[in-house]
């Protein structure tokens, strides 16, 4: 570890510069892995190196306090040069080291952060393992203070039992959607039906992630995918609304995952999608 404040600016600064000089490979490979558009994939790597030329304004945050050791992250399938300037930027600002993996979703995005961080040992991308074992490893591993996590609620469920082996534990939901704010005065019905329709989004999406991640769909952009589902939900919600009487959906989920991925054009690229489990509450007693 880096043990002057001055000494980590000079690391960060040369890590921007790297990120920097690979920002159309980075761009085009997160375009091949998960179909990030070039404009925008290429202004994720901008934003990260930008966030690391001006670490200097972050140093009075950390001057005369203790590392913890080693700073462990598993990163989502999109944005994963600016997690990589976020949070394994302010790990090597405080004297830590950064290891990390990243989605299994973005392979070549992974090969190219691999080579931009190569030259510091003070950063390890950790490839050839799924997220799971990564993440069991980081739990086992008493060099691993911090550890910062992004999935589903089952997800972060399973790393909570484990919460005691950390210093800090980080968990970021799933979905990445940016917060919204309803006042006061908006109209209730447009509200009620925006907010419903978000959370399908975000449950949708989660468990095309569990699919992507289960080996069962590959090479997903699983927001685009979870937009086509919702399209799909209306039309069923319409036919309910115009005949009185709901579609027989009760063990049709795995239906409606294949003809989904096929509208997308997906279809060849699906195993078998597990059966549907309906979920049931029992009353007291």
Not at 2 to 31: K, N, T, Y
Not at 237 to 245: D, P, R, Y
Not at 261 to 284: C, D, F
Request: glycine share 10%.
């Amino acid at each position: 570890m880096i043990s002057d404040v001055a000494s980590r600016l000079e690391l960060l600064q040369e890590l921007a510069g790297r990120l920097a000089a690979r920002r159309d490979d980075l761009a085009a490979a997160a375009g091949e892995d998960i179909g990030t558009p070039h404009w925008l994939a290429a202004l994720e790597v901008d934003l990260a190196a930008d966030f690391l030329r001006t670490m200097e304004l972050e140093a009075p945050n950390v001057e005369g306090k203790m590392p913890y050791g080693v700073v462990a992250a598993i990163f989502p399938y999109d944005a994963a040069p600016v997690m990589l300037a976020r949070v394994g930027g302010s790990a090597l600002l405080g004297g830590n080291r950064f290891r990390f993996s990243c989605s299994s979703q973005t392979p070549r995005v992974a090969r190219i952060l691999e080579e931009v961080v190569r030259p510091f040992p003070e950063i390890t991308l950790v490839a050839g393992l799924d997220n799971r074992t990564f993440g069991q490893q980081c739990v086992a591993d008493p060099q691993v203070r911090v550890f910062v996590i992004s999935g589903g609620g089952e997800v972060g469920a399973a790393y909570a039992k484990h919460a005691q082996a950390f210093d800090k534990l980080f968990f970021a939901g799933p979905s990445g959607l940016p917060p919204v704010i309803l006042f006061r005065d908006a109209p209730l019905k447009q509200a009620a039906t925006f907010l419903v329709r978000r959370a399908f989004l975000q449950l949708i999406e989660e468990h095309l992630r569990e699919l992507v991640d289960d080996g069962i769909v590959e090479g997903l952009d699983t927001r685009v995918a979870a937009l086509a589902f919702l399209g799909t939900i209306d039309e069923v919600v319409v036919h309910w609304l115009a005949t009185g009487e709901p579609e027989p959906l009760v063990g049709a989920a795995s239906a409606l995952v294949r003809y989904n991925l096929r509208a997308i054009g997906l279809g060849g690229r699906v195993r078998e999608v597990p059966a549907y489990k309906p979920v049931t509450s029992k009353g007291p007693g």
